[in-house]
């Protein structure tokens, strides 16, 4: 498919909205009819052929007394779907009765499978009929979308000499349509579309992060992608593309597996409905609905590439308890055996649940393949430094680290994401490193690195260009340390978090002993200090230096210390503002003297 026809298409289908549906919806619930209806028609077009085969076929297992017929009608179809009711699309058009054709248009949707059927219902497409029945548009929206303008059919429309009046649209260009419909109306509904939409630049960023590292070691094999937050589908259509596209250029012929999970329906409907219009039918039970914090719909499975943006400062209070309450859960995602502790908790306030996503990853990678697994996920700055040492945020970083997970960590640009402003942060992890990156973790700066947008999208005002991808690309993969990238050892971002005690003193200034010869601590001059692992000579090196020159009694309460994580980008990136010399500020003064001069004697004389 050709870009002219793209955009023919597409431009005819969003005028759709506006020509039927504008006296009826508020434009931010265009999508509600247009999407599904999208759906329908491009089934409807692709089983138009095999209609009459699959009729007859329902008439000869009804008579046979076949109660589930769906896997032989859908055999039938040759599809993984099938409509069994007595009518196309185009059947009904030009109903004169407006009741007649609600009934008609019902009965023509109970028709579908039942794969359609969830999708049809996650959609709440049925919700919409009355509401076009009593505004008088559902005739119209159905003859638009059978107009003989478009071609929705994988089979092409010929003129009356036999010639190709419209082309046949494949199942990838139809993907591609509905891509380019689901991106219109997330940006038209921008306050709203951050919670499941990434920009497609942040995300081919991140394909090309997960995938051109191993580039060189894809094998003709099968592969398999997952995204625990899927929203719409877009991570997992753009990681796809992007392997098959290595594959080819390294000569190879690859196989991928899609698979993800989403909480939200409609974004759920929307992932299924984009699979069966590319004929990936069979892939469609790979797409879980419900939530992946207490209800993990792959329990078993691992993965080989996963790419998420899960959502952050979200409250996971509901999965929580029905959980058993934060304090009673022990899946192992989150509740691990590590180091000395054999329930070693990495559960987060239930403020904010995004870390829980990339544990959720992190616990389906994959351990005695060639490639293990590669992480590309999106956080906010809180995954970074929030939680103190031994609590739940802290403790996830540290057993990331301490394992030797993190690759790199990539700040992105303010205002990058279409409903939020704040600064995104991709982490890259993989559980077998390249022999440079082993015990390193590389920090890249890319918050300048961006392109104005000609108009903002939201609050999305720049964009990632392909020069610019290329660019942060070339410092991740060459490990480069300049002004925006910088490597360090795992070591750099731990600490010990000690209890500092100060005993009770008596009249000469001495520490008062009790009868079993044991220092009593005085509880108001109890402290803390945190204590970075690569302070030469360590805790006790930083107690003599720092502490007892002012405090030349305290000790550590040894039972009482923590181990800490966090990684700061502003304490490696800072960058003071430059001052002012005097000579620049004393002539700006000088020309403020010379702009007023005369000023106040004007005003007492008037």
Request: some cysteine; charged content about 25%.
């Amino acid at each position: 498919m050709d870009n002219i026809t793209h955009n023919q298409i597409v431009s005819f289908i969003w005028s759709i909205a506006d020509d039927c549906l504008r006296d009826v919806y508020v434009r931010g619930k265009y999508r509600d009819v247009i999407l599904p209806m999208v759906v329908i028609r491009r089934l409807d077009s692709v089983l138009e052929e095999s209609k009459e085969e699959v009729l007859k076929a329902k008439e000869k297992y009804t008579e046979a007394g076949m109660l589930n017929q769906n896997d032989a009608l859908c055999q039938v179809a040759q599809q993984s779907f099938c409509n069994s009711s007595p009518f196309r699309l185009k059947d009904l058009a030009g109903r004169g009765k407006i009741q007649q054709l609600k009934a008609d248009f019902i009965s023509y949707l109970d028709g579908f499978s039942p794969n359609v059927q969830e999708i049809l219902d996650k959609f709440k497409f049925r919700n919409q009929i009355d509401t076009m029945i009593e505004g008088d548009i559902l005739g119209s929206v159905i003859e638009k979308f059978i107009s003989p303008l478009i071609n929705l059919s994988p089979y092409p429309i010929l003129d009356d000499v036999g010639g190709v009046r419209l082309p046949a649209l494949d199942n990838h260009s139809m993907g591609v349509i509905f891509e380019e419909l689901i991106r219109r109306f997330n940006e038209e509904n921008n306050e709203e579309a951050g919670e499941h939409f990434t920009p497609r630049d942040v995300i081919e960023l991140m394909a090309d992060c997960v995938f051109m590292p191993i580039a060189d070691k894809i094998k003709d094999s099968t592969y398999s992608c997952y995204d625990g937050a899927s929203g719409t589908g877009g991570m997992l259509t753009v990681a796809q593309d992007r392997l098959l596209q290595l594959a080819e250029q390294q000569g190879k012929t690859v196989s991928i597996h899609l698979f993800g999970q989403e909480v939200n329906a409609e974004t759920y409907a929307i992932t299924k409905a984009d699979m069966l219009l590319k004929g990936e039918g069979t892939e469609v039970d790979n797409i879980v609905f419900g939530s992946t914090l207490s209800v993990d719909g792959f329990p078993s499975r691992q993965f080989d590439f996963m790419l998420s943006n899960p959502p952050y400062g979200k409250s996971w209070k509901g999965d929580a308890e029905k959980m058993g309450g934060k304090k009673e859960i022990l899946d192992t995602r989150f509740v691990t055996s590590f180091k000395e502790d054999a329930t070693f908790s990495m559960i987060p306030r239930t403020s904010d649940g995004q870390l829980l996503f990339l544990l959720n990853n992190i616990s389906k990678m994959k351990q005695d393949t060639e490639l293990c697994s590669r992480i590309a996920e999106v956080h906010n700055g809180s995954a970074l430094f929030t939680g103190d040492a031994g609590q739940g945020e802290s403790n996830a970083r540290r057993y990331m680290i301490e394992n030797d997970l993190i690759e790199a960590i990539i700040a992105l640009p303010e205002n990058m994401f279409y409903n939020t402003g704040i600064g995104t942060f991709i982490w890259i992890l993989s559980n077998k490193k390249d022999e440079k990156r082993r015990g390193k973790i590389q920090l890249i700066d890319a918050t300048s690195l961006k392109s104005p947008l000609r108009k903002n999208l939201g609050k999305k005002n720049c964009e990632f260009t392909q020069e610019i991808r290329q660019q942060i690309l070339d410092m991740y993969m060459n490990m480069a340390e300049n002004e925006y990238s910088k490597v360090f050892d795992n070591s750099e971002f731990g600490y010990w978090k000690v209890t500092v005690l100060q005993p009770e003193l008596d009249e000469d200034g001495q520490p008062i002993i009790d009868k079993k010869g044991i220092i009593k601590p005085n509880k108001e001059l109890t402290d803390t200090e945190q204590i970075p692992f690569t302070y030469e000579g360590g805790i006790d090196a930083f107690i003599e230096k720092e502490v007892k020159p002012f405090a030349p009694y305290a000790w550590v309460d040894e039972k009482k210390t923590q181990i800490g994580y966090e990684l700061s980008f502003t304490k490696y990136f800072y960058k003071p503002i430059k001052l002012r010399s005097l000579e620049e500020i004393v002539a700006d003064i000088k020309a403020l003297e010379q702009e007023t001069d005369g000023l106040l004697t004007e005003i007492i004389g008037g």
